[in-house]
């Protein structure tokens, strides 16, 4: 079996990144306003719900 040639302290580096990046991506979709049109859609929705 070949012997990995990527040190545990780069592999741990590596991982820290790809966490910090997606954290990153994540949060920014959380900040994202919401599109009118998706908010209408969800109006009309609500609406139905206590029409009933």
Known sequence: MAKST???NTR?????QIDENL???YQ???ERE?????REL????????TSK
């Not at 919401?34 to 998706?38: A, E, I, L, M, N």
């Open 28 to 30: 920014e979709e959380l």
């Open 34 to 38: 919401v599109p009118d049109k998706f």
């Open 6 to 8: 990527v040190s545990e």
């Open 12 to 16: 741990t580096n590596l991982r820290r």
């Open 23 to 25: 954290r990153r991506a």
């Open 42 to 49: 969800l109006d009309q929705l609500r609406g139905k719900e």
